[in-house]
Nanobody
C-alpha cells in the first residue's frame, strides 16, 4: 500500500512564503513523476508544478518565478517553496505521485494525497 501525505499549509499574508512538503510511504521502489496541484473554491483542480524523476521541472504560468518544486528521491519526498504569495494562490494543494513502481513490481498509475489548505489573506 502506498500513500502520500502533504504538510506545511496555513494562513499567510500577501507577499509571504510557505513551504509545502509531500512524503510518500509504503512499498515504493521508485516514483517517476511527482507534482503539486491546487483547487480553489468553485474551480477545477489545476497543475501547479511538476518534477519528473530526472529532475526536469514544469510550472504553471501563474506561479513561474515565485514557486520552486524539488524532490529527494531517496526519501520519496517532494517540496514546494512558495514565495511572494498572492490571494489568488489560496487553495487546497494536493500532492500527486505518478508511475509508482512498488516492491511487488506493480505500477500504480497515480496516488493522491488528501490535500493541505493554503490561505493568503491580510
Amino acid at each position: 500500500q502506498v500513500q502520500v501525505v502533504e504538510s506545511g499549509g496555513g494562513l499567510v499574508q500577501p507577499g509571504g512564503s510557505l513551504r509545502l512538503s509531500c512524503a510518500a510511504s509504503g512499498s515504493i521502489l521508485r516514483i517517476n513523476d511527482m507534482g503539486w496541484y491546487r483547487q480553489a473554491p468553485g474551480k477545477q483542480r489545476e497543475l501547479v508544478a511538476l518534477i519528473i524523476s530526472g529532475g526536469i521541472t514544469n510550472y504553471a504560468d501563474a506561479v513561474k518565478g515565485r514557486f520552486t518544486i524539488s524532490r529527494e528521491n531517496a526519501k520519496n519526498t517532494m517540496y514546494l517553496q512558495m514565495t511572494n504569495l498572492k490571494p489568488d494562490d489560496t487553495a487546497v494543494y494536493y500532492c500527486n505521485a505518478a508511475g509508482v513502481l512498488t516492491l511487488r513490481m506493480t505500477t500504480l498509475p497515480e496516488v493522491w494525497g488528501q490535500g493541505t489548505q493554503v490561505t493568503v489573506s491580510s
